[in-house]
Structures are given as C-alpha cells and as structure tokens.
C-alpha cells in the first residue's frame, strides 16, 4: 500500500514511502573494537646483545581506552636481581616508552629483572592528544637457543579501544 501511495502521490508520496522503511530499520548502536599494536623479543645468543625498535599507532577521537600489556623475562634475574651490570659488566634491561604526538611521555617502563605480566588501562581525560602515538624500546639481554631454558625476553601489546556507530547492514566498522 506504502508503495502505492507513493507512485500516485508523486514527491510527498516519496517521502512517506522513505520514512516507512526507516521506521522498519534496526537502530543505530554503539560498538567498542580493538586495535592491536605489538612488540616482542626473545633473546637467543650468548653474549649480551642490544635491540631498538619503535612503531606508531593512531589515536583519535573516537579512542574510549588504551591498555598496555608488559611482561618481561630475565634468565636468573630471581637470584642476581639487577647486579648483572657489577658481575659482568653487561648490563641487561628493557625500557619501553609511549609517547604522545607531541613528545609527552605517558608510560614508561624501566626494567632489569622479570616483570609479571601486568595491564595498566587509561582512558581520556578529558580526551587523548590525536594523531601518531610512538612505542619506543631499547633492550639488551642474552639467551641460548641449544634447549632454550634461558633466554630473556619481553612482550608489549597495546589495546587501542575504539567507539563508532553501527548502523544495520553496514559492514563492521573494524572491517
């Protein structure tokens, strides 16, 4: 009948048919999806050896929350702790950084034996600074890779949590 009305009613007729079928769509919901941003290293020869990398992520204003995963692995660090450096002169360590577009550090990890893994969660106040935030890591560590029951080790995974607005038949906006 909605369809008849519309082909004899001419523009108006139109206009009643679109408000019709809108009136049959689903709503319009709120769908949270994450975004991943990873590093992670085992080391695996004898003598201590350095690692630096970085990697950037987006940030923007539809971000509700940010994680950050760390766990860190030390071969020993239960028994000699952090006095490697006055036992062999080689130091082993991880620093990891997140840093906000403009320079401002916003989480920072310096480490010299295990690290439970741990979840530190932010979220805006009142917003997060956009654009593209740095994870920034320099580590230094050793390993052997005969049966490989010691070698240090690090893991990072950033959970960048976002908001957008679902509409029926779309497709998903992680898609």
Same mark, same amino acid.
């Given at each position: 009948?909605?369809?008849?009305?519309?082909?004899?009613?001419?523009?108006?007729?139109?206009?009643?048919?679109?408000?019709?079928?809108?009136?049959?769509?689903?709503?319009?919901?709120?769908?949270?999806?994450?975004?991943?941003?990873?590093?992670?290293?085992?080391?695996?020869?004898?003598?201590?050896?350095?690692?630096?990398?970085?990697?950037?992520?987006?940030?923007?204003e539809t971000?509700?929350?940010?994680?950050?995963?760390?766990?860190?692995?030390?071969?020993?660090?239960?028994?000699? %702790?952090? &006095?490697?450096?006055? *036992?062999?002169?080689?130091?082993?360590? +991880?620093?990891?950084? @997140?840093? /906000?577009? %403009?320079? &401002?550090?916003?989480? *920072?990890?310096?480490?010299?034996?295990? +690290?439970?893994?741990? @979840?530190? /969660?932010?979220e805006p106040?009142?917003?997060?600074?956009?654009?593209?935030?740095?994870?920034?890591?320099?580590?230094?560590?050793?390993?052997?890779?005969?049966?490989?029951?010691?070698?240090?080790?690090?893991?990072?995974?950033?959970?960048?949590?976002?908001?957008?607005?679902?509409y029926p038949?779309?497709?998903?906006?992680?898609?």
């Amino acid at each position: 009948m909605t369809l008849m009305m519309s082909s004899l009613s001419g523009c108006l007729g139109l206009l009643q048919a679109r408000e019709a079928i809108e009136g049959l769509r689903e709503d319009v919901y709120q769908v949270s999806y994450p975004d991943k941003v990873d590093m992670a290293h085992t080391f695996t020869t004898i003598t201590v050896q350095p690692y630096v990398n970085q990697t950037s992520f987006p940030v923007d204003e539809t971000v509700d929350r940010i994680e950050i995963y760390f766990k860190v692995g030390m071969s020993g660090s239960d028994q000699i %702790s952090c &006095i490697d450096e006055v *036992l062999t002169s080689e130091f082993r360590y +991880v620093r990891a950084e @997140v840093t /906000t577009p %403009s320079g &401002i550090s916003f989480w *920072l990890q310096d480490v010299c034996e295990d +690290v439970t893994p741990t @979840v530190d /969660t932010f979220e805006p106040d009142p917003e997060f600074e956009t654009g593209d935030w740095m994870l920034n890591v320099e580590a230094r560590g050793w390993g052997e890779n005969t049966i490989g029951a010691f070698q240090d080790n690090f893991i990072i995974v950033i959970t960048v949590h976002r908001v957008c607005q679902q509409y029926p038949i779309e497709p998903p906006c992680d898609a």
